[in-house]
């Protein structure tokens, strides 16, 4: 295993100092903050992540779950997914988080895994965990042996000639349909981003895949109020029932009256390069009859834009049948 220096900051000023003055800072991948571990440390030993520091942000004061003078909540960035999963102001108002969590790795796994560590976990796609294949995200330039190798479990929608990888998480999915906020503390002061801009399309520059800079803290995530009378539902569709990533899943979050949608507000996971809000979806279902109908023509206006790999093909209508599924059980709850 590659050697690396270990510091535990105990304030988030100390960690972006800490971050900032590692000497080749500069080139980005070298400065690692590190929260529950579970992908950092993986990575580590698989020798896909080769950090000269890392900094342990656990004794940061970063673990609070908080209401907002807003009615939002404020999520410190080293809360537990579980305690986040759990936590009674999340089961009732934002639901959809509760269950994406829920429907992710396994119980030890959450009870490790950060909010930060959550949006910032790496794809799972095999020849990016494997140093012996070229991959685009893992080495630039050495190209994307996916593409015309093992792709079934990526991407349909948002793929580059460059990587199609799939983000793999199930929280993020519910973080895009609630908008939430993610705030960033780093060597050029604070900053907000919002969920639709904090992930980045692979494009030609697969090994970014976040606005996130060298040596920027994420600090917290704030969800905005809940959306009154919301009704909520996160589904996802996998090969096994429980410690398995998403071959497609949807989080919505609607409102209705009189039988109309009123507001919808619909993201999809295991079918993108990132968590993948459908304002295509969110248009079809706009202003129409809360039926089957209405929720098919979601699903396809969804999948509008989906191209399929060598071996994903069946991603397409299954992705259709989570969302259509997803919606009709949410509509009905
Ligand atoms: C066996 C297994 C099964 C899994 N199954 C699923 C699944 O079904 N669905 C799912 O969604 N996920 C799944 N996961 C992934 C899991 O959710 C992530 O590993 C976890 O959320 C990462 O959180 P962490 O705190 O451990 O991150 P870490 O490993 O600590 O960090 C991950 C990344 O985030 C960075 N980072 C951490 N905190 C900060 C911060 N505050 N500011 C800036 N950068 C930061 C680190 O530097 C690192 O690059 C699985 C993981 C395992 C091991
Ligand atoms: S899909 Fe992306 S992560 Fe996978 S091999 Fe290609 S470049 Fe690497």
């Not at 919301?230 to 919505?252: C, G, N, T």
């Not at 079809?284 to 790999?309: I, S």
């Not at 299954?318 to 009905?332: F, N, Q």
Request: some cysteine.
């Amino acid at each position: 295993m590659h050697t690396f220096e270990f510091i535990r900051p105990t304030d988030s000023a100390a960690a972006i100092a800490a971050a900032a003055q590692s000497k080749t800072a500069q080139q980005g991948a070298d400065v690692r903050f590190m929260g529950g571990g579970t992908t950092l440390i993986d990575l580590m030993k698989l020798n896909v992540e080769t950090p000269a520091r890392v900094l342990d942000i656990n004794r940061l004061p970063l673990d609070k779950i908080e209401l907002m003078p807003d009615g939002g909540l404020k999520i410190g960035a080293t809360v537990r997914n579980s305690d986040l999963a759990y936590d009674a102001r999340v089961q009732r108002d934002y639901v959809v988080l509760s269950q994406a969590i829920l429907n992710g790795a396994s119980a030890q796994v959450r009870n490790m895994a950060t909010v930060a560590g959550n949006l910032l976990q790496r794809t799972r796609c095999m020849y990016f965990r494997d140093t012996a294949m070229p991959c685009n995200k893992r080495e630039p330039g050495s190209g994307c042996p996916a593409i015309t190798g093992s792709n079934r479990t990526l991407a349909i929608l948002g793929a580059s000639e460059h990587c199609i990888a799939t983000n793999p998480s199930d929280m993020c999915v519910a973080m895009a349909a609630l908008e939430a906020k993610i705030h960033v503390q780093g060597p050029k002061g604070q900053r907000v981003i919002a969920f639709a801009d904090f992930h980045l399309l692979p494009g030609s520059t697969p090994h970014r895949e976040t606005v996130l800079e060298s040596g920027d803290l994420i600090t917290h995530v704030t969800l905005p109020p809940p959306i009154a009378g919301s009704k909520q539902l996160y589904l996802k569709l996998r090969d096994r029932a429980s410690y398995e990533f998403a071959l497609a899943s949807a989080a919505v979050v609607l409102t209705s009256k009189g039988g109309k949608i009123t507001q919808a507000r619909i993201a999809l996971g295991g079918v993108g390069t990132k968590p993948w809000r459908s304002q295509e979806a969110e248009a079809a279902l706009h202003n129409k009859p809360a039926n089957d109908v209405t929720f098919r023509q979601a699903a396809e206006a969804a999948m509008r834009g989906a191209k399929p790999q060598s071996e994903n093909g069946f991603k397409i209508e299954l992705a259709k049948r989570c969302l259509t599924h997803a919606l009709r059980t949410a509509a009905a709850s």
